[in-house]
């Protein structure tokens, strides 16, 4: 395609215009094909010029070529697979997939050509400053991976697994998504007791847009979890547990089993193994460690087994005082799956004398927004400001970071749950930073920021529970990480590059502010009265912190632990139905019902980037924790953090990005290797 082809092509077509941010509010499906068929017959005609014999082998010559042509495939299909996220529709749903095939083909091919494995080897690293050296040993690893030392009819099937795990992984995807959608219950008033004024409030409000009487009730988070904790009847309970815990499995009614995942899982545990042992390892796990801190699949099981060993004791009091709390104040004397959460709430609400729906009346979003812009602003001295980008839906914000006057960094922040989006919380690269080599400028990276929390009732703000305040400034956490990045090399710079258990640093290293009483007090205001949060409940809060946190880790381990034994130990061949119940033999201290099937919907290890590395969580979480304890070690007399910490913080972790390993990083922020004691500290359990 000649220059002049293209930018008649872009005129005409959103998604091939690549100036400014992604035109959003324009991309349509059927922009989808001819956009990414333009972009691929550019790729595919970079590749062939850098991998001509003369073309020479220097990063800069091959970066201006070929990864410009990239580069541009990866934004457009960036945002084509973001709008598949939050903007579902049958349309797009089948431009997406229609072009998906092609799009892994090209990267499979790329990351596997030969001949640009050879001329990567042949570039003399002499010539390469750090981060340029650093991306090239990424680079070379990584087309060791892509299966670019096979050939023939393995090198074939290689490809071929690549394309159809591709297709499982979305297939995948869309089940969880529709079997959460497709159900529906609509409660009538008197099942309601016990449900927050608010969750009533919205469910009326959902069943009156369809026309339909009662209340409807859904497996989205913000009318999910409510019922789970507050609502009184425990059938109503059992009802949605039922639906949530079968979601996307042959447990599931009849009527929605054609979302059922269990063959999906089947195939794509079977292609990881097949995908491991033609690159010479001898599962999954293996392979997926390769670019990760921890050393082997054996390494991170005894991590966890250690730290399920440490929690256990925690997690079994837990679950005593549960029970004798439930036969004692609310007659409940065997206690059944559905009911654990809301005796939890009702425990807490007598322990600490206050409920999460008491707290929640003070953290309306506008709010909470403008107290964690305010402490990254002072701790990392910069400014966040409203800006102007196109958009894929009204409810969602375009903001602006700058410091010195000088823009560091964009993001977008999608707030609320609706029909059509992905459940959970995620950020994700709209555009890395890169000191161009075709133009010479510097590109600023934009991070795009998803949370599903509860819309505004009434003309009320939409109120955030403290575990979505949590959410918020995790998910910051990753944009900080994105955005703040001083690397000028695209492959190194902000998240990429980082050792995948690695990531999750920036993020949980952020949710220790939301118990901070100089950050919090900042970020409240009562619905009703505007008053802050009162230092009393404030108190009660934090005294409740690591209520049931031996539970909590036991469940995350228990997840972690699965994840790595499936992709090490299991036959694909058999069912991972017993191997998830040995392994809650093993770990958990509650039973969930045989019929439950958690697996079924674990987007994480089967559609996103987790598969045999999720414990990346818990790992993570030993940085973060370790790295927040020095912020409390030199916080001053007022308990607000140092803005010399966080300056440090901010060039040896965020600013460094995936330029050095992330041990490297650690280590030039707190002058030593990372220790378990200020997890365990932290969660009440040292």
Not at 389 to 408: H, M
């Amino acid at each position: 395609m000649t220059s002049t082809d293209f930018n008649a092509a872009s005129s005409a077509n959103p998604l091939l215009a690549f100036d400014g941010p992604p035109l959003f509010d324009q991309i349509r499906p059927e922009h989808v094909a001819p956009a990414v068929d333009a972009l691929l017959k550019d790729a595919d005609a970079a590749l062939e010029a850098v991998t001509a014999p003369d073309f020479p082998a220097r990063w800069s010559d091959i970066a201006k070529v070929l990864d410009v042509a990239t580069e541009k495939l990866g934004r457009a299909w960036g945002a084509v697979s973001l709008l598949n996220s939050v903007a579902d529709s049958p349309e797009l749903r089948a431009a997406y997939n229609e072009a998906l095939p092609k799009v892994t083909e090209f990267w499979t091919r790329l990351g596997a050509d030969e001949r640009l494995y050879a001329k990567y080897k042949a570039i003399d690293t002499a010539t390469l400053n750090a981060e340029q050296r650093q991306a090239h040993k990424n680079a070379v690893r990584n087309f060791v991976l892509s299966g670019a030392e096979l050939t023939g009819a393995a090198k074939e099937r290689f490809a071929a697994i690549q394309e159809r795990q591709a297709e499982l992984a979305q297939k995948f995807s869309e089940n969880a998504l529709d079997a959460t959608d497709a159900f529906a219950y609509y409660a009538g008033a008197d099942e309601l007791d016990g449900l927050p004024e608010d969750v009533q409030q919205a469910a009326r409000a959902a069943a009156q847009a369809e026309g339909k009487e009662g209340y409807k009730l859904t497996l989205k988070m913000p009318s999910y979890l409510p019922v789970m904790q507050f609502a009184r009847s425990s059938a109503l309970r059992e009802k949605l547990y039922r639906a949530y815990a079968t979601r996307a499995s042959d447990q599931s009614p009849e009527a929605f089993r054609k979302f059922d995942n269990s063959a999906l899982i089947q195939e794509i545990l079977a292609l990881r193994l097949e995908e491991a042992k033609l690159l010479g390892y001898r599962n999954f796990g293996e392979v997926s460690l390769v670019p990760k801190m921890a050393e082997s699949p054996q390494q991170v099981t005894g991590f966890l087994r250690d730290l399920a060993a440490r929690a256990r004791p925690h997690a079994e009091k837990d679950v005593a005082d549960l029970r004798e709390f439930a036969a004692q104040q609310l007659g409940l004397a065997d206690p059944q799956p559905w009911d654990w959460p809301y005796i939890g709430e009702k425990l807490k609400e007598a322990r600490y004398a206050f409920s999460e729906q008491e707290v929640k009346q003070y953290f309306t979003a506008p709010k909470v927004l403008a107290g964690l812009f305010k402490i990254v602003e002072t701790l990392f001295e910069v400014a966040i400001r409203k800006d102007q980008a196109p958009v894929w839906n009204p409810a969602v914000e375009f903001y602006r970071i700058e410091r010195d006057g000088q823009l560091v960094g964009q993001f977008y922040l999608d707030q609320p749950a609706r029909a059509g989006k992905r459940g959970g919380a995620w950020m994700d690269d709209v555009r890395a930073r890169w000191l161009r080599p075709d133009t010479g400028a510097l590109q600023t990276p934009v991070a795009q920021l998803v949370c599903n929390f509860a819309e505004g009732v009434n003309g009320k703000p939409p109120l955030l529970t403290h575990d979505d305040v949590t959410t918020l400034f995790h998910e910051f956490g990753h944009g900080l990480h994105h955005m703040l990045t001083q690397v000028n090399e695209r492959d190194v710079s902000g998240i990429s590059g980082v050792e995948w258990d690695a990531v999750e640093l920036p993020s949980q290293f952020m949710e220790n502010f939301c118990w901070e009483w100089d950050v919090l007090r900042h970020m409240t205001a009562h619905v009703d009265t505007g008053e802050p949060l009162p230092r009393a409940l404030f108190d009660k809060m934090l005294a409740a912190k690591n209520f049931q946190s031996g539970l909590q880790t036991l469940r995350q381990i228990e997840f972690a632990l699965f994840d790595m034994l499936l992709h090490t130990e299991h036959d694909p061949a058999q069912d991972f139905m017993p191997l998830l119940n040995q392994v809650r033999a093993e770990v958990a201290v509650l039973q969930p019902p045989a019929w439950s099937r958690t697996a079924h919907t674990f987007s994480h290890i089967f559609a996103g980037g987790y598969a045999a590395g999720y414990y990346s969580y818990k790992w993570a979480e030993v940085l973060s924790a370790d790295a927040y304890a020095a912020f409390e070690e030199t916080a001053g007399n007022d308990e607000l953090p140092n803005v010399e910490t966080g300056r440090k913080y901010r060039h040896a972790i965020l600013e460094a990005g995936g330029s050095r390993p992330a041990m490297e990083s650690f280590k030039a922020f707190r002058g030593r290797e990372p220790s378990l004691d200020a997890l365990l500290r932290h969660q009440g359990m040292a």
